[in-house]
C-alpha cells in the first residue's frame, strides 16, 4: 500500500490543479497592488538617418492597480538624442517626471495578456550638449535649456510570464511644450514590472 502512496498523491494533485489555477490567476490587478517596472527603449523615427543620430530613452516608474485592472503610474524618464554636427554629435537630453492613469482596454480571461490605454502629465527638464554653447568650432548654440511641461499618450501590452514578473511593451506620443527643439516624441519601448505585493 505504501509503495502506491505516492503515485495516488501526484494523481490526486494533477486532478486538483484546475481548482487552483484560477485562485493564482485571480490575485493579478488587484486593487492596491503595487508594481515597479523598468523600461526602456528607442525614439522617432528608424531610418537610414537612425545611425548618425541615435535617440533612446529609459525609466523607472511605480504602477498602482485600482478596480477593474485599471492603474495609477508614476515615474521618471531620462530621454536623450543625438544631432549630427560635422564631424561630432550634440546631445540633447531630456529629465521627465510623469504622472498619468492607465485604462485597461482588453485581457484574455486567463488574466495572462492586458492591453492598456494610458494619458499621462509630463514635467521636466532640457538641456542641449549638456549646457555647454560654444562648440569646437568657435559657433554657439541658440537652443535654451529650458523647463518643459505636457502630456503623453500611450498604448501598452502586458503578459505575465509569472504571478510577480510581468513583460511590457507600448508606444508613447508625447507632446512637450517649452522645447526648443522638438514639440512631438514618439517612443517605442520594452520593459519589465515586479509586482511587489
Excluded at 110 to 133: H, I, Q
Aim: proline share 3%; aromatic share 16%.
Amino acid at each position: 500500500m505504501k509503495k502506491y502512496l505516492p503515485t495516488a498523491f501526484v494523481i490526486f494533485s494533477i486532478l486538483l490543479c484546475p481548482c487552483f489555477m484560477h485562485q493564482l490567476q485571480a490575485q493579478r490587478y488587484l486593487p492596491g497592488q503595487q508594481g515597479i517596472q523598468f523600461t526602456g527603449g528607442l525614439m522617432g523615427k528608424i531610418d537610414n538617418k537612425f545611425n548618425q543620430e541615435p535617440a533612446y530613452h529609459f525609466g523607472m516608474s511605480l504602477a498602482t492597480y485600482t478596480k477593474n485592472g485599471n492603474s495609477w503610474v508614476m515615474g521618471a524618464e531620462f530621454l536623450n538624442k543625438d544631432y549630427s554636427y560635422k564631424e561630432t554629435v550634440i546631445p540633447v537630453s531630456k529629465f521627465i517626471a510623469d504622472a498619468g492613469y492607465y485604462y485597461k482596454l482588453l485581457s484574455d480571461r486567463r488574466k495572462t495578456f492586458f492591453l492598456s490605454f494610458g494619458v499621462t502629465a509630463s514635467a521636466g527638464y532640457e538641456t542641449s550638449n549638456w549646457g555647454d554653447k560654444l562648440l569646437y568650432d568657435g559657433a554657439t548654440l541658440q537652443d535654451k535649456d529650458a523647463f518643459i511641461y505636457g502630456g503623453s499618450a500611450i498604448i501598452e501590452l502586458e503578459t505575465y510570464l509569472s504571478d510577480r514578473l510581468v513583460l511590457l511593451i507600448n508606444c508613447r506620443e508625447r507632446l512637450l511644450f517649452g522645447s526648443s527643439i522638438e514639440k512631438f516624441q514618439t517612443q517605442y519601448g520594452i520593459g519589465f514590472k515586479y509586482i511587489i505585493n
